[in-house]
């Protein structure tokens, strides 16, 4: 796995082109599986690891790794199967979700694959309301799994979800003409969707909820057709990273639709520990904020808000 990852920092220009790429790896059996390589800080083979008391069941123990301690979870073992045996021959992947570092357990880490998000697709219907994949493509002529892993980590350490009430009531102060709008979410993960409308109906708000960024770029050209979009939604929140169309396209596509570009666009995303800065400003978003914490949520709507209504 030595210099796998070496060029990840210059990988960035991918951003805003609509493409990711890939770490490919393999938990127990054929099937392969994929994680964003800019969620990705360093893949090494499995150390020795220390058990602790009431771990969650997933979590295999934690590791040491450059003078920090990292749980490390099974994979394998987060979406139902069994837990992956030799460790020895196992790999850990190091990753950043969500303002957190953590480790991934699988038997095998595979090769780096660059990739059009417009071929990542959703998952297939019928996987059901417990599945763990957020996307699928084709690799090889072989599917390719990409799993929700802001699920499985909801699961083993779940985040507050609640505003505090200090923001509920700065909140109050809110024109209740801008409470008559609704606000669109853009997700293509679930539990990412239920965290961010939890927090935003908290603050009274309508929510529509869109699965990727072309089902919200449809729904926002449908609202339209109707009339001013600013006269309907207050504002979008939007992921950066999903099937078919990411975020940072679907806002270059909004701020080149005329009859969308005055929309409020708030880019929220995991990709937090190697998010670049630069793009938010190119393809024109209004703001970001790292995911999750229900109060910078809440802010930043109450910002946005006082910036379309300065008095």
Known sequence: ???????????????????????????????????NVFKVKEVLQCPPLTTLPQLHRVVRGVAHIRGKTISVIDLSLATGGRPIEDLSKAFII?????????????????????????????????????SYLTAVTEVDKELVEVLDVEKILHEVAPVKMEVSEGILETATQIDTKEIEKVILVVDDSSVARNQIKKAVSDLGFKIVLA???????????????????????????????????????????VRNDQSLNGLYIILHTSLSGVFNQ??????????????????????????????????
């Open 1 to 35: 796995m030595a210099g796998l990852l070496d060029t990840v920092n210059q990988r960035t220009q991918l951003v805003g082109q609509n493409r990711l790429e890939l770490l490919m790896f393999r938990l127990n059996g054929r099937q392969r599986f994929g994680i």
């Open 94 to 130: 190091i990753s950043e979700y969500n303002r957190s570092v953590q480790g991934f357990l699988v038997s095998s880490v595979e090769r780096i694959i660059n990739i059009n998000w417009e071929a990542i697709l959703p998952p297939p219907k019928g996987t059901g309301r417990f």
């Open 211 to 253: 699965k990727d960024g072309r089902d919200g770029l449809n729904k926002l050209r449908e609202m339209a057709a109707n009339g001013p979009i600013t006269d309907q939604i207050a504002l979008m929140i939007s992921d950066i990273e999903m099937p078919e169309m990411d975020g940072y396209t679907l806002t270059a596509e």
């Open 278 to 311: 630069a793009m938010v400003t190119k393809v024109g978003a209004n703001d970001f904020i790292a995911k999750f914490n229900p109060d910078e949520l809440a802010g930043a709507v109450l910002k946005a808000l006082k910036a379309a209504d300065p008095s």
